[in-house]
């Protein structure tokens, strides 16, 4: 969810094919309160891959999400205001298994950053990073680091990638599986990567689920959820602050 300049609140989500439902949602709150509901054409699909929402500087809401007939990461803009929305669909990427646990952020000069993995194995995943410029036609994909430890049968909910900008335009990229916690920095020419933490310390798994934050001073606070019991579910939520190495 993210509330633009003018206080109007967008957020996304996936009315799941496993309860019934058939598409990604699209909510918009006005500062009256008003609420409108859109389809953004999706199709079915299951909620466990995650959607993302931003707006650029004009207020056009953008929905990313993992098409599950294609296997490929998707990108929706929303059609201008006034009379009925449309949405367009444009493939970021088309390469392998691409686009799930996809977040999206629109910088302020309208430059698009998406993070994401491609599954590459039974629990195998490249965790990429999608970026085009206002104005560009083409997508810049780099490949940031890999992940070996995802349990890809567990149907809830999950995010496994987080992406923020800092003051200098530079992604930065908090991704886990079950048994790390790393964060990736651009630095111009490429991403450092560090672990932040790891479930072995702590004799437990990570749920698989991140969120990254930069503040004004570019310091990083990431959240994530760590696995105590299952049936039911229990655990710890972690929050970690500090500045990349």
């Given at each position: 969810?993210?509330i633009?300049d003018?206080?109007?609140?967008h957020t ?13 949602e699209?909510?918009r ?12 054409g999706?199709?079915p ?5 995650a959607?993302s ?6 207020g056009?809401?953008y929905?990313?999400?993992?098409d599950?007939?294609?296997n ?6 929303r059609?201008p205001?006034?009379?009925?929305a ?24 309208d ?7 491609t599954?590459?194995?039974?629990d ?6 999608a ?10 994909i ?6 070996s430890n995802?349990?890809y049968?567990?149907?809830?909910a999950?995010e ?6 800092d003051s ?5 990229i908090?991704y ?7 964060l990736a ?5 490429a991403?450092?990567t560090e ?5 072995r310390d702590?004799?437990?798994?990570f749920?698989?689920?991140?969120s ?6 570019d ?25 990349a190495k």
């Amino acid at each position: 969810m993210i509330i633009d300049d003018i206080g109007i609140v967008h957020t996304a989500g996936i009315d799941p094919m496993e309860f019934g439902g058939n598409e990604v949602e699209y909510y918009r709150v006005d500062t009256n309160g008003d609420v409108t509901v859109e389809e953004v054409g999706s199709g079915p699909l299951s909620y466990k891959f995650a959607v993302s929402v931003d707006v650029d500087s004009s207020g056009t809401a953008y929905v990313t999400y993992y098409d599950q007939d294609s296997n490929d990461l998707i990108l929706a803009p929303r059609g201008p205001e006034g009379g009925e929305a449309s949405w367009s669909l444009e493939t970021v990427d088309a390469e392998g298994d691409a686009g799930q646990f996809a977040e999206l952020v629109i910088d302020d000069g309208d430059r698009i950053h998406i993070s994401y993995v491609t599954q590459t194995g039974d629990d195998e995943a490249a965790v990429k990073y999608a970026t085009r410029g206002a104005g560009e036609s083409n997508w810049t994909i780099i490949d940031v680091d890999t992940l070996s430890n995802i349990f890809y049968g567990f149907e809830g909910a999950r995010e496994i990638t987080s992406i923020s900008i800092d003051s200098f335009g530079n992604p930065w990229i908090a991704y886990t599986d079950e048994m790390n916690l790393k964060l990736a920095v651009w630095d111009g020419r490429a991403f450092r990567t560090e672990t932040i933490s790891t479930s072995r310390d702590r004799g437990v798994v990570f749920g698989q689920l991140v969120s990254l934050g930069l503040d004004a001073d570019d310091i990083a606070h990431i959240a994530t959820f760590e696995v105590t019991a299952t049936g039911p579910l229990n655990g710890n939520v972690l929050y970690f602050r500090g500045t990349a190495k």
